[in-house]
């Protein structure tokens, strides 16, 4: 992607742009983001899918603007509500992981690093439907897929939420500015800012997510992971006491001890190389409902490979650093021209017959792999 291009999307500003002056600083509207755009999925297949057990569905019904109430899914079609009562709304998230259309959409935002992106949702509302004022930990583009919504905004500080609700709803919501969004407007909200999107009439919202994770999640993540590779790290030193003195309380631990195992700790955690690993492998990290369709090996996918390229599945996570290539929660060890491919299969999502063939025997045998257990899939040509 060239991150200098103004683009539509952003309103004529380049991406480059649009991080410096709003990313996680200040809202952005834009009018005809995806000019004539029209939903990915039709009504009856957002429902096919919030009756799927593994989709993430939620709904939330509000009752003559009053009491709200929220249910997780999955919802058969016959608990949904009827599409002639007014607001309610059910939310799919990660719909990028069911449709590869709508993972291409989420694609175009990919001037951001695939660590923060999270999912592309989607809301289907009856009129009047919504989820209620509040804000979100995470920055948001809502994209307009079908019908209106009026989305009411506000900076305010006062997140205090109302108490006893099955949701966030916030206590005080004061908006300062107020936007109806047709199908192809898009809003970008940075984390924390107060918003309420009501429909008119029938309408569906996309919202592509970010993940921010927050400081002792990391640091849980990459303990547990140092935890699995501590016996390496600091090896298997027996802890030895030839001056211990003899003791009236036996109780109390000694002071010894406590350093010995301080000292094992502060090894642990002097490796930068097993930090970098553990937070490759926590990012990349399948959602806990997917799962991917292996196939049966055969000569003629490894020819296919070969002759036609292939590109990574959606549901595939794949990222590099400095020092290490990771896919789907995996840590692998490439060096020079298999690196450099595995790194443009990991920025493209997919790699030419051309470059499959520049591989090594052993990188094209790890492709190969991938492939069987579907985490890539062979193009056709
Ligand atoms: C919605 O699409 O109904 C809600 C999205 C949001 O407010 O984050
Ligand atoms: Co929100």
């Known amino acids: 992607m060239d991150i200098t291009q103004a683009l539509p999307l952003l309103g004529g ?12 600083k200040k809202p952005l509207l834009v009018r005809q983001a995806i000019p004539n755009f029209k939903p990915l999925l039709a009504r009856s297949e957002l429902f096919e899918l919030a009756a799927n057990e593994d989709a993430q569905a939620r709904l939330v019904v509000q009752e003559s603007g009053a009491a709200w109430h929220f249910k997780h899914g ?18 799919l998230q990660g719909v990028d992981l069911h449709h590869d259309a709508v993972h291409a959409l989420m694609n175009r935002f990919r001037f951001v690093p695939d660590a923060r992106l999270d999912d ?34 506000g900076r305010q500080k006062d997140l205090s939420l109302q108490p ?8 005080n919501f004061q908006p300062e500015a107020q936007y109806v969004l047709a199908p192809g407007d898009m809003l970008y909200l940075p984390p924390r800012y ?16 970010f993940r921010i994770p927050n400081r002792a999640e990391l640091a849980r993540e990459l303990l547990q992971r140092l935890a699995e590779e501590a016996e390496d790290a600091v090896g298997v030193r027996l802890y030895r006491d030839p001056d211990q003195a003899a003791v009236e309380q036996p109780a109390e631990i000694p002071a010894s001890m406590l350093a010995f195992a301080q000292d094992a700790l502060q090894e642990a955690l002097k490796d930068s190389q097993a930090f970098a690993r553990g937070l490759g492998q926590y990012l990349t990290e399948p959602k806990p409902q997917v799962w991917f369709d292996s196939v049966e090996p055969s000569k003629q996918l490894a020819s296919q490979l070969l002759n036609c390229g292939c590109r990574l599945d959606r549901r595939t996570r794949m990222m590099f650093d400095a020092q290490h290539l990771f896919i789907n929660g995996e840590c692998l060890q490439a060096s ?3 690196a450099a491919l595995m790194r443009a299969l990991a920025n493209a999502r ?9 591989l090594s025997g052993q990188a094209l045998a790890q492709l190969l792999s991938w492939v069987e257990a579907g985490w890539a899939l062979v193009q056709t040509c």
């Open 13 to 24: 500003l380049s991406p480059q742009q649009f991080m410096k002056r709003h990313w996680q």
């Open 74 to 91: 999955p919802f058969p079609r016959r608990t949904l509500p009827p599409l002639k009562q007014p607001g309610w709304t059910v939310l």
């Open 120 to 153: 592309l949702m989607i809301s289907y509302a009856t009129d009047q439907g919504g989820v209620g004022p509040h804000y979100d930990s995470y920055d948001v583009f809502l994209l307009q897929a079908q019908g209106h919504r009026r989305w009411r905004i």
């Open 164 to 171: 006893d609700m099955p949701l966030k709803i916030l206590a």
């Open 194 to 209: 107060a918003h309420d999107g009501i429909a008119e009439g029938e309408c569906m919202t996309y919202s592509i997510g």
């Open 336 to 338: 020079g021209r298999d």
């Open 350 to 358: 997919e790699l030419s017959a051309r470059e499959v063939s520049q």
